[in-house]
Structure formats: C-alpha cells, structure tokens
C-alpha cells in the first residue's frame, strides 16, 4: 500500500495526498445518517491529465475510486464503502469559459456553486444559473450528476437537463468528450442532433467515469426578484394550484412548505412562488396573472396570498435559502437529514399526510420541503426531520422513517432521488429486468473492474 | 362570555346612518341604509356584512360611540364568517398565539410597551426615551389582538385580551405607554365595549412625544417641512388622540398638507383590504392615497402604524414620498437619526 501512496505522490504532489487518520476519519462520513467507511487514500488532483493518471493507476491496482464534491448529498454517495481512494475534485475549479450569447458556460468538475454564481455576478451580470438551495461549496458537476435541482426548475427541468457537454475520465482511463465539443469548439448541445451519451455518466453518482469538465445552460437574469406566497390549509387543492400557476408560465420558481414550527406556519400549506421581471410593469403584469389565476381559491376562502412584510422577503428570496441549514439545527446538534423522491405532484396530499404521520409515530420534528420541476411535470417532495447528533435514539428513528419514506415512495409509484445504496436495491428490485440488464452491460462496458464507487448501482 | 355593549336604541332613533352612509366601500342612501343597518342588529342576511373591508372606519362615523363596526364583526363571526381566506385566519391566530418568548426590560411602574413589535423596539431609541426606556415590554403575551376584527374573530379577542390585561398587571405596571396605537385603542375601545377591567392607565404615545418635546424644546430645530398623515385603521377607534398629530407637528415646525383623504376621509394602507378584498381593490386604495399626497406637494409621508409603514414605505419612495414614523420625524427634529428606512 505504501507503493500505491508513493504512486499518487508522483501524480500530484505530496501536498495532496493523504493516507493520515485525521484526513481518512473526515473523508468516511457525510453529514447524513450513514455509517462512517473511511477510505484508504484522500487525493486532491488539479487537472484532467492528473485525474487520468490516478483513475488509470486504481484501475490497473483494482482500487476503488470515489469522485467527491461538496460532499452534501446526506445519503451517503461519497462515502467509499469498500476503502479505496477518495478523489476530492474541489482543486480542479477553474470557470473556463462563457460564451455570453450562446448562454453557456464550461466549469471544470470541482467548481462550485458558490464560485460560478458569484463569478457571474460580476463578469456577466446578465446571465445566471439554477443554482440549488444547498450550502456554496456543493460542486456544480455533482449536482447534475445527481439529477439536482435549483431555482430555475420549475423553468427548464432537473439541472442536469441543463447539461451541454461534458469532458469525462473513464474507469479505463480514456477521457472522452461528449456532445458537440466532441466535434467542435463549441460546448451547445450535448448530444442533439447526434447520440446523447450525457446519460452514460448523469445520474450514475460517479460510477461510470470521473466528470472533469461540464458545460452548462445559462439563463437571462432579470433585474428585479419578488415573492408571493399562497396559502392553503387543504393539501388536496395544491396540485390543482400547481397546475394552475404553472399554466401561467409567469413564475421563476414554485417551492411549497408544510411544517407545525413556529406555530403561524402550522396548519397551512405554502407555495412560495418567485417572480422576475425587468421592469415594475413588467413584475406587476406577472404577479396579476399570478393573482388571477388562484382567484377562485380566495373566492371559497381556501387559500389567499400571506403578505410578506418586506424585512421577510430576503428570506424567501435569498439564493441559496439560508433557513434550510437553519432548519438543520432545530434540534440543536445540527442533525438534519431528508428523503426527496420524486412523485406527480398529484401525491403532493398523500406525502404531506404521510410526513405529519411519520413524524407523530417517530415522534420527531418535522418540515416538508417540495419543488416543483417544470410545468408541474413532477416534484420533488422532501420528507426532512431534524435530530440532534447526540441522540442516538432520535437518529435511529429518523432512520426508521425515512426507511418508511423510502418503500412509500415507491408504492407511489415514484423513484428515489440521490439515493441511498439501500434505495438504489429498491428500485432495482422493481425496475423492469431488461433496462437492469442494460445498465448492467453499460457498466460491466465502462467499469470492467468495478472500480468506480463501489456499491452503487452494483446490478447484480 | 364577554358581550358587546351595543344599544338598539341609540340606532332607532339615529338620522344620519353615517356607519353606513359615509362608508368609502358601501354605497347606500340614508333610507337603504336605515333597513339595512336594521338587518345587522338584527342579525339577519345584509350585504354590509359582506361588503365590508374591515377599515374601522364607522366605529369613528357613529355620533354615538355605538360600535357599529363591532357589531359587524360579531354578527359576521355568528354566521361563520371569513372575512379573509381560511388558512390566512389562521395563520394570524397561530402567529400571535402567547407562547411564553415574552420579552421584558427593567419593568416598573411606568413601562412602555411594544406590543408584538420588535420594530417599535427600534423606534423608541435616543433622547425621547431616555427616562422610559429601560421599563418595556414586548411579546404575544401583551398582544392587544385588535388586528382579529379585520378577520371576524371576535372570539379570540374576547379570549385573549382579559389575559393580555392580566399578563400586564402581573408586571406591576402602572401606567401603559403604548407605542402601537392599536394597543391604545384596544384598552380604550374595544375593552370598554365588551366590559374588560382595564386595572392600569394608558397613554398614548402621541401624548408621550408631545410632554417629552416639550421637555427638549430647546434641542428642536423646526424641520421646516411639509407632510402628509398616514392615518391607519385604529386611529378609528380612538380619534380623540388625533389633535396630537397636529400638536407635535407645530412643536417640530412641519406643515400638514391639505389633502382629500384625511381625517374622516383618510384611506388605510390597503394591506388587510389585499387580504380580505383582494388585489384589484387595494391597488386602488393604494393608488389613490399616494397620488393624492404627491398632488397635494408633500415632502413627507409620516405615519403612526409601522405595518403601514411597511405596506407603503417602499411604494411611496419609489414616487419621489419619504416615508418616515412619527418617533422618527421627532427625533429628526431634534437632530437624532431615524430608526426605520426603505430597503
């Protein structure tokens, strides 16, 4: 083992390799519930070339590889469950390129969210990201290799529907280019008019190749945000407002809430709807059709807009939302963890229902948490709880019911989002056996030696 | 249960209906008024019941001191009644819910109390406040919970407000100095109407600016300026404290501008009118109110409720009006900065 240190010495430096405790303790654990597995190696590589060189040496040694991020998906995707070498990317965070009227931008595999909104702001204020309600430094290439998404959802889709190339380090070593820029200079189109491979790689949690470059849709940014939010205190009417408001096509984003803390927020259902505009006539001509279209709920009494009073609208329109780590330490002790399947939004009633239900039979704390992905095409339904990391008993229940969330889910005929390894057998357990057989072949194809983050979507 | 004092009679033998007729939402001639005003005593089905917008005004209207407005609000709470959608109801009730976060100073004899307000907290800083300032109280427990007429929840002011009064004498408070003229008019209204034991003195805190100017007489630079007057749905319910608007504005040397909504005719900030009657009648509301102070070439918007500060604040300045509090604009005069600004 000590070679294979000396090895990866050679490739990037001994300030960038670590087999030492402290570095192996930090890098086995993510701030979920996930038991700890503390990797062999932690390696920080700054370029594609050198991400190569480690892929292609854990390949010939049959060492496992996991590709980590920010590291914040809490279900345990970077955490190297059978050791290996741990590949922290966050070095390799170059924005390399905008090209300001196609509305595109190249970033390389470690840059975060953090970084590319604020290099945005301030080279091209006119263009802007989906950037998701997660903490900064969540990486923008791991958030579309999970299917993540942000404020521009309900808009233009998961974020990785976003995707317009990318440059990936196969298991074996090969970097291919995916997309246009396979043939051109240009990064626009990540497969169409040609094959769109991006799915070899999108959604596979790393277990397919290392992503070194992404090419990524960007969006106008209009000059002023604002918030309106509807409240209902009958969940069944929320798919039908969904699919109103959604026909208006006049919102940025559309987040619902349902939570029993502090009591004003008990009771209700709120849909957070954000609104853009360039001009005051512009904002107000959206927010009146917005109005108009949820008038007949403000005729029956059933749901009326909250006045957001303006020292509260920061809350609602700050990117990412800071009340979400807020919400992580309720408990105190800083335990948080949430199940987001993806549903219809028409199961909006029934995982509402099955959150408050959960959280009185496991006695927890609790916060429904949903965005809405695309014309209302379906959601994602967040089952948060909170816990303090010093119960053991309150973090085993958590377990339990997020274990609940996990088979209800799917009884809904929904599928898990980011999914924990034990989700993942879950639903292969159900998926139809002839596409498992076929991301069996693509994998068994891509990763002949079963190198890249073992465990994960291991077919059979 | 706690009941309205309302007397029939002094509405037999009423003339002018000015509850109804002077209403700025419902129009009614005397006579149609006259029967029905008659159908809300009674408690039978009138359209005033829905047509209200919940602005406090006729409480102000009625020569009789005969709480009309009261009587709309109990007799819409009998027939089940939302004024605004459900869930906002709720909210509301669920918000000012006391849950024992009470906040308190050095509370003596003489405290002054900001309600459920922390911006009120903000508000009464420097010079003004210097001798009362370390006695206050703040917190739902001391919530005067007069915004439930707006929501036709008499019931939970009938609940809540004997607490709230207890809550206070508890503290050893003597006299009551209410930063919230809602407050005020609460324990000099609305409690009286419904027979609530008020066992402490208020004051208003109009009144309160006014003794304290005088006793910086010397600090004030005359402002020089002229304003027009927010005055909000509460001020309804006690406009005997209104001439202190106008004694405070002499003592700082600011001219009040003649304007169509003011005084009886003033137009509230629209907030609660967006939640009971919807967008398109409190844009007009709004709209019309500010248009009429920029006409009427007023430097100044000054206000006395800090939400309709926080309703029209922004709206205003965006129309060249600078908003600003009536704390505020004293402790302008006296050369100290104002606490609340736009953005």
Known sequence: ?460 | MLALEFDETKCANCKAVSCLVKCQYIDLDKDKAKIEWQKVIKGEDSPVLDACTTCYACEEYCPFGNHPFYLIVERQEERGMFTAPRPITKQWINMCEPAGKFRLGKVKEQALSFCFIPALRSLARGRLFESALPSWILGAEFFCNVVYLHFAKTSVIKDRLPKITENIEKQGIKELICLHDECYGSFNSLAPAYGIKVPFKTTHYFEYLYNKLKEHKDAIKPLNVEVAYQRNCSARLVPETDHFVDDIFGLIGVDRVEREYDGENALCCGEIIRMVKGYKLADDVQKRNIDDIVNAGAEYCVFNCPFCYMALAEKMAKRGIKPIHIIDLCKLAIGEKPALEVG
């Open chain 1, 1 to 460: 083992m000590s070679d294979m240190y000396e090895a990866l010495v050679k490739i990037v430096g001994k300030n960038y390799v670590s087999n030492q405790k402290e570095e192996r303790y930090f890098y086995g654990r993510d701030p979920g519930l996930m038991s700890p597995h503390e990797p062999d190696y932690v390696v920080m590589p700054r370029t594609t070339e050198e991400v190569q060189k480690i892929v292609k040496l854990a390949n010939k040694e049959k060492i496992p590889v996991v590709p980590k991020g920010g590291g914040l998906a809490l279900t345990g995707l970077v955490i190297p469950l059978k050791g290996g070498i741990v590949m922290d990317m966050k070095r390799i965070d170059k924005i390399l390129e905008v090209n300001e009227r196609a509305r595109y931008v190249i970033v390389e595999g470690g840059t975060t969210e953090g970084g590319l909104k604020s290099y945005l702001e301030k080279h091209h204020p006119s263009l802007r990201h989906s950037i998701p309600d997660a903490p900064p430094i969540a990486t923008v290439v791991a958030n579309a290799v999970i299917h993540g998404q942000g404020r521009l959802t309900q808009q233009y889709g998961f974020n990785s529907d976003m995707v317009t190339g990318l440059e990936v380090v196969l298991p074996t070593g090969e970097i291919c280019r995916i997309g246009s820029c396979s043939i051109s200079k240009y990064w626009f189109s990540r497969g169409a008019p040609m094959p769109d491979l991006s799915g070899l790689f999108l959604g596979w949690l790393g277990t397919t190749g290392v992503i070194t470059k992404m090419g990524l849709k960007l969006y106008p940014r209009k000059k002023i945000r604002d918030v309106e939010v509807f409240v209902t205190d009958k969940e069944d009417l929320v798919p039908d407002i969904l699919f109103k408001l959604t026909h208006t096509e006049m919102v940025e984003d559309i987040n619902i809430w349902c939570q029993p803390h502090p009591p004003m927020f008990r009771e209700n259902h709120h849909v957070t709807i954000l609104i853009t505009g360039d001009s005051e006539e512009e904002l107000q001509f959206k927010k009146k059709m917005i109005w108009d279209a949820l008038q007949e709920y403000i005729d029956s009494k059933d749901g009326g807009f909250m006045w957001v009073m303006p020292d509260a609208k920061p809350t609602f329109l700050e990117m990412p939302l800071e009340s979400l780590s807020k919400f992580a330490d309720v408990r105190k002790g800083g335990g948080f963890e949430y199940s987001g399947p993806i549903v219809l939004a028409e199961d909006y009633p029934e995982c509402s229902r099955k959150l408050a239900e959960l959280a009185v039979k496991y006695k927890l704390t609790y916060s429904g948490m949903v965005r809405v992905i695309g014309r209302s095409h379906c959601i994602m339904f967040g089952f948060a709880y909170t816990f303090n990391r010093a119960d053991l008993d309150e973090m085993d229940r958590v377990r339990k019911a997020l274990h609940e969330v996990a088979e209800f889910a799917l009884e809904q005929g929904g599928t898990h989002w980011k999914p924990t390894v034990d989700e993942q057998k879950m639903m292969m357990e159900r998926m139809d056996p002839d596409t498992l057989k076929l991301m069996g072949k693509i994998k068994g194809l891509l990763d002949p030696n079963g190198i890249m983050n073992p465990r994960n979507w291991e077919v059979g």
